[in-house]
C-alpha cells in the first residue's frame, strides 16, 4: 500500500501536522508511525500570547490545558509581571484529542529502520512506501550547527496546601548559579498543583538529575510548600543554536523532508518549540503534497527563510555564551527584562523589530565588550574547530 504521506515520529510537529491536515485537506491518505505506545511522548509546551495569530490560537485551543493572563519573571535586582497572556499544552492533552481523530491513520510501537524521502523500513521488515515521507524524529547531531544547551528537569506536584500563585514565573533566577544560567520556572495548573522545572543553560555535560531533583526540592522547602505527590516527571536537552552553516547542513540531509527540532525549528535562544511547529504545519496545509522532490525544494526554501530571520538570535546566544563568566550570565537576562514589554514581546514571538535589536545591543553590556565583539564574529562552524 502507498500512501499520501508518512509522518516519522509522533511528536509535537509531527502531531500538530497529521492533526491540521486531518482538518483542511481530509482527502489525504496521511499514516503518522511513533516508536512510544502514545502520541506526544511526556513533555509540556508553553506558547506566550504574541507567538500565534488569532487563527492559531484558534486552531490550537482545544489542546491548551491552562491560560494565565501574565506571568512573572524574578531576578537577584528585579521582579516584574508582564501583562501578557501565557499558555501551556500537555501530552497527555495532545493525546487526548489527536490520537481519536487520527484512528488507524496513528501507529504506535512501531521502529523505524530506515527511511528515505518515499519510504520508511520497520525493524518488523515492513516497508512503506508514500509519496511523502517528513522525518520528525527529534533533534539530530550536525557538525554544521554549533549548540549550547538549555537542560531542564521538571515534576508536576500536588500539594499539601494552596501554593497561591494566580501567575507563571516564568524565570526566577533567585538561585544559585553555577556553571551557566539557572532559573526555576513554575506553572500553577490548579489550587494545588504545580509543574516546577530546574533549567540550566549550559555548554556541554547537562547536570546530573540527582541534582536537579535536589535543586526542586530546595525550590520547595524555600517556598513552605509541601508535596502530597509527584504526578509526573519530565526531562530533556532542547539545542540553543551558536551558529551554523545552512546550505551543508541542508546538503546533510540528502534532500529528506524534515520537520520540528530535526529541522532546526525552535526559538534559537529560547527554545521554545510550539510556535514554530504550528506555523510548519499551516504552511504544509498550503502545499501540493503529491512529489517528495519538489516538497524538499520548497521546504528548503521555507528553512533557510526561517534560519535567516533567527541570525540576531543566534548572535545573542554568542554574546551569552561566549563572553563573561558563566556565573554570571542571569545579569544579561535581568537587562533584558528591564526592556519595554511590547519588545520582550516580539523577542519571544522571534519578530525583533530593527529599533528592538538596537535597543537590546546599545548601551552598557553586561557582558566585556571586547568578548562580546569576538563573540559575535564566530557566526560559523569553522570558527569553532580545534586547532591543528
Known sequence: MSHDLILAGGGLANGLIAWRLRQMRPELDVV?????????????????QHDLDHQQQQWLQPLVVKRWPAYHVHFPQLSRRLQSGYASIT????????????GPALRTGCQIQALGPSHVRLDTGEQLQARIVIDGRGAQPSSQRILARQAFLGQVLRLRQPHGLLAPIVMDARVAQGAGYRFVYVLPFTADTLLVEDTHYVERDPPAPELLRANIADYLLAHGWAVAQVLREEQGVLPITLAGDFPRWWAEQGDQPLSGLRAGLF????????????????WLATQPLDDAAQLSHNLKHYLSDRWHDQGFYRLLNRMLFLAGRPERRWQVLQRFYQLPEALIARFYAGQSTWRDRLRLLSGKPPVPVGQALRAALRHSPRHYEEPQ
Open 91 to 102: 501530552s497527555e492533552r495532545f493525546a487526548q484529542i489527536i490520537t481519536p481523530v487520527l
Open 32 to 48: 503518522c508511525l511513533e516508536q512510544q505506545d502514545s502520541l506526544g511522548g511526556n513533555h509540556t509546551w508553553s506558547f506566550h
Open 267 to 282: 526559538h534559537c535562544t529560547t527554545g521554545y518549540s510550539l510556535p514554530e511547529a504550528v506555523r510548519l504545519a499551516d
